[in-house]
Structures are given as structure tokens and as C-alpha cells.
């Protein structure tokens, strides 16, 4: 699966949207991306994910670039629950050969401060 | 829908001991994968289950692991006999059986090897 750069950590004030960045320079193309956060001592949680278009859901927005080489969780109105490690993953999904396992990185650390 | 449930949420045993965690998926979901994270380090996954057939165990890190999904319905991660290296936190994720469908993750078993 293609690796994904994200920036080790990030800030962002209560109510503002939290933007957070996604590097998959090597992605192809039929790979999704697809993002994920754990919350202190929870299981991995789904956002959202998608292949190439835009993608909008009640947690968040997904935008990717149209080269696909990079894309952008918004969290629109960030609260203190959105404290997490947000992780940014590219998933290979072959048809033939089904479900494909998720590869976690290093993720972003996001602290939302009030 | 219920989601995924893990049995027990805590484990503390002694090195040279046995101990076995259970998965249960979400109902309807074929794809079952187990996931750990060590101190410190990624989560990484270990195995992944279609029904009841190991289709990728590439992340087992050696035979004191063993996975079982008898039936295709619950798993269980039997770690015999457990080392000090085995201590961490066991996840389990199930899918629907679409290349696609996001995992979803219960929220782990933390196991202390003394």
C-alpha cells in the first residue's frame, strides 16, 4: 500500500475548523484514502473515506486533491472530543481479491484547545 | 447495530502463561482482522479472517500466536505461552464483504504480561 505523510501534530482552537493535511504522493490508482482517529484508550474510529471525488459525511469532509496526491480531513467545528490521533491511510482495494487490510502510520496528533 | 465487542477489556498474567481474547464482529460482517499496539509503537496488524479462512496472517509475529474463527461468526487470539513483549493493547475490526467497507474497530483487549 502506498505510504502517507502527516504532520506529527497540530493545534487548533475550540469552534474552528480543524484542517488537517495528507501526503500520498505514490497513490494509485485504485487505491482509496481513508481516514480514521483513536481517542485516548477507544479502538480506531472510521471518518470517512474516499477514492476521488470530494467526500462530505456528519463528522467530516474529506477533500482530495485532483491528482489525488494529497487530501484534507475538515473537521468544520472542532470540539475537545476531537482530541485524537487522526490517521491518514491508502487502502488497496482489489476487486478480485476483496477486502483489504488497513496500514496505520504514525498519525497526527490533534489537541483542540478551548 | 451492535458494534464490535472484545472479551475481556483488561489481562494481567504472568510470562509463561496462556491467554485467550475473543472478538466478536458486527453481525453480517465476513471480514474479521485482528490488530495490537505495543508501547509506543503503531498499530499493526496481524491477521485478517474471510468467514472462517485466513486470508493474510502475514503480521503474526510468531507461533505462541494462535487465531481462530471457527464457524466464521467470533474469533479468538490465543497468545501460549505469553512474553513480557507480548503486552499491549489487541484490536479487533470486521467489515462487510465489499472491497471497500470500512473497518470497524471494537475497543481492545489491554493485555500486561508481569
Known amino acids: 500500500d502506498a505510504k502517507t505523510t502527516q504532520p506529527p501534530s497540530m493545534d487548533c482552537a475550540e469552534g474552528r475548523a480543524a484542517n488537517l493535511p495528507c501526503n500520498h504522493s505514490t497513490i494509485s490508482g485504485n487505491e482509496y484514502v481513508y481516514w480514521y482517529r483513536q481517542i485516548h484508550s477507544q479502538g480506531p474510529q472510521y471518518i470517512i473515506h474516499?477514492?476521488?471525488n470530494n467526500e462530505t459525511n456528519e463528522m467530516a469532509s474529506l477533500i482530495i486533491t485532483e491528482d489525488r496526491k494529497s487530501s484534507t480531513l475538515i473537521l468544520p467545528h472542532a470540539t475537545l472530543r476531537d482530541t485524537a490521533v487522526y490517521y491518514c491511510?491508502?487502502?488497496?482495494?482489489?476487486?478480485?481479491?476483496?477486502?483489504?487490510?488497513?496500514?496505520f502510520g504514525q498519525g497526527t496528533r490533534l489537541t483542540i484547545n478551548p | 447495530e451492535a458494534g464490535v465487542t472484545q472479551f475481556p477489556s483488561h489481562s494481567v498474567i504472568e510470562k509463561g502463561q496462556t491467554v485467550t481474547l475473543r472478538c466478536d464482529p458486527i453481525?453480517?460482517?465476513?471480514?474479521l482482522y485482528w490488530y495490537r499496539r505495543v508501547m509506543g509503537k503503531e498499530i499493526k496488524f496481524l491477521l485478517h479472517f474471510v468467514k472462517e479462512s485466513k486470508q493474510d496472517e502475514s503480521g503474526m509475529p510468531n507461533n505462541r500466536f494462535l487465531a481462530e474463527r471457527t464457524g466464521g461468526t467470533y474469533s479468538t487470539l490465543k497468545v501460549q505461552p505469553a512474553e513480557l513483549e507480548d503486552s499491549g493493547v489487541y484490536f479487533c475490526?470486521?467489515?462487510?464483504?465489499?472491497?471497500?467497507?470500512?473497518?470497524?474497530f471494537g475497543n481492545g483487549t489491554r493485555l500486561t504480561v508481569t
Open positions: 474516499g477514492l476521488k
Open positions: 491511510i491508502v487502502r488497496r482495494t482489489l476487486i478480485i481479491q476483496g477486502a483489504q487490510k488497513l496500514v
Open positions: 475490526a470486521s467489515s462487510r464483504d465489499r472491497d471497500n467497507s470500512p473497518l470497524h
Open positions: 453481525s453480517g460482517h465476513d471480514n
